[in-house]
């Protein structure tokens, strides 16, 4: 058995099978999860689709049902922050910070716009454009920010007037179910339900006919899977996938500054943000200075458990990323690569691996060509910006990039350039929710956020009245 319980048709049910969940500052299990049965995901599906029957009819009841889920969150941050950072590794701030950013987007979502709008209203016609729900979502999360990328897609398909099935990862699965059994009190029975188990759950989910649109967020590699298996049931598809973001640094700015604000953007969540930077690319001018700020950063990186205090990096999540960390190091390092700081596992207990930056590796190395999703940076000089461009856009990633410069213009220009859905100047990583996030190319379909992340769980329909 388990502590945690999955939230059906409104109500903790029972399960028999169980996974283990291993905190990953230890590398040990520390609970077991629920592993839903079809039966069960068929029970949700059947509930799911008797509360959408009422849920969709109240905009008002919808609006103010969010922002109570919003103050529940709240509420709840201090609890859920200490399960996410059991499972999850991050520092427990980050993780309180995480539940009250879900909160807060519950809270915005509330009061998007979703009226309907009259196109023409004339002597010959009358024409509405309505918004409508589309039924079930399935929602399918990571492991690197379960809470805050679930929230992205709860708060606007709920508000749309669509009943939604949450199934997190396995890696991070009972901070979601906690969510779960925080807002089943708040929202009526079937409209919000969380079912944790393996990967095969999110291809039955992906496979089932009642569910009219998947909205995932994960890796390039599944996506492609699921835009497969939601094919015969013409699913709509949103896709937030991975990203391989390049920051190019131009030569007029202040070395030291940069590389501070880099860094942080490199090593945040130990790496594992889909639009961390990936690749750095520096004016030659000032490489040798920018790599030894960015190296000496990461030797004081103060890296720990996240419960404790001043820790300001967690392990890497799980097994299989650790090993997939090492490989990219090791591969950089037989590829003639120089490590600068780290370049291994740190000499303890979990996953833990020290923020590393590796120099003289350029593309056709792994490290640089491939998603590391982890405390690992490859930084690399180039002498014409123009060239940077071109070696940052030869990818089938697009999902962000940044330009660093003093010339806010020309940085400008030359983010527009980059081949991504998000281009920044002088930042990376800020996420907003009054913009659209979407990668381009391979980094995914679709986007979320705002009135634009709203829109993909609706549909329009036109009712064109004849007067006279
Ligand atoms: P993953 O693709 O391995 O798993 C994500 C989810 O998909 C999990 O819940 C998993 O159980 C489920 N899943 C696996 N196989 C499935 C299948 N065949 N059908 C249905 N569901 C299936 O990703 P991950 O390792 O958890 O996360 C890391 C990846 O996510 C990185 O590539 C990262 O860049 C990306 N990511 C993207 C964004 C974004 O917004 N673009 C945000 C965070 C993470």
Excluded at 231 to 246: H, I, Q, S
Aim: some cysteine; proline content about 6%.
């Amino acid at each position: 058995m388990s502590d945690f319980t999955l939230t059906i048709a409104g109500e903790a049910a029972p399960t028999h099978a169980t996974l283990d969940v291993i905190n990953p500052a230890t590398g040990k299990a520390f609970a077991a999860c629920p592993d839903a049965t079809r039966d069960q995901l068929e029970t949700t599906i059947e509930a799911a689709w008797d509360a959408y029957q009422t849920w969709r009819l109240d905009l008002p009841a919808r609006r103010a049902a969010l922002t109570a889920c919003a103050g529940a969150l709240q509420a709840a941050a201090p609890e859920i922050g200490k399960v996410l950072t059991q499972e999850q590794g991050k520092p427990l701030d980050a993780a309180v910070n995480e539940v009250m950013g879900a909160a807060a987007w519950f809270q915005i979502s509330a009061g998007l716009p979703l009226e309907t709008e009259i196109l023409q209203d004339d002597d010959a016609f009358r024409i509405e454009l309505h918004r409508k729900p589309l039924g079930i979502v399935g929602a399918i999360t990571p492991w690197n920010f379960p809470i805050v990328l679930a929230s992205w897609k709860i708060a606007p398909a709920l508000l749309a007037g669509n009943s939604l099935v949450l199934k997190p990862s396995p890696y991070t699965p009972l901070s979601s179910l906690k969510m779960g059994e925080v807002l089943r009190d708040t929202l009526p029975p079937g409209v919000f339900s969380v079912l944790s188990g393996g990967d095969e759950l999110g291809k039955w989910i992906c496979e089932h006919e009642a569910v009219r649109k998947i909205s995932f967020t994960g890796s390039v590699a599944t996506g492609k899977k699921i835009q497969e298996t939601s094919a015969p049931t013409l699913k709509r598809v949103t896709l937030e996938l991975g990203g391989n973001d390049p920051a190019i640094v131009l030569g007029d700015v202040d070395p030291k500054a940069v590389a501070e604000k880099v860094f942080k953007a490199a090593f945040a969540n130990s790496g594992q943000v889909c639009v961390a930077v990936k690749r750095l690319y520096v004016d030659e001018s000032i490489y040798g200075k920018v790599l030894s700020e960015v190296a000496e950063l990461a030797r004081t990186a103060r890296v720990g458990d996240g419960f404790e205090a001043g820790v300001e990096y967690g392990p890497i999540n799980n097994g299989p990323q650790f090993e997939r960390v090492r490989e990219l190091v090791d591969d950089a390092v037989d590829a003639g690569g120089k490590i600068e700081a780290g370049g291994g596992p740190l000499d303890r207990d979990g996953f833990f691996f020290a923020p590393t930056v590796v120099s003289g590796v350029a593309e056709g190395v792994r490290l640089v060509d491939e998603e590391q999703f982890g405390p690992a940076l490859p930084v690399m000089p180039f002498r014409d910006v123009e060239d940077a461009l071109e070696r940052a856009n030869a990818t089938h990633f697009g999902l962000g990039g940044s330009i660093w410069t003093s010339d806010v213009e020309r940085g400008t220009e030359l983010a527009r350039r980059l081949e991504c859905g998000t281009g920044w100047v002088n930042q990376h990583l800020n996420l907003v929710p009054n913009a659209p996030f979407g990668g381009s190319k391979w980094s995914g379909i679709g986007y979320e956020n705002g009135p634009w992340g709203l829109a993909a769980f609706t549909e329009y329909q036109v009712v064109n009245i004849a007067k006279g």
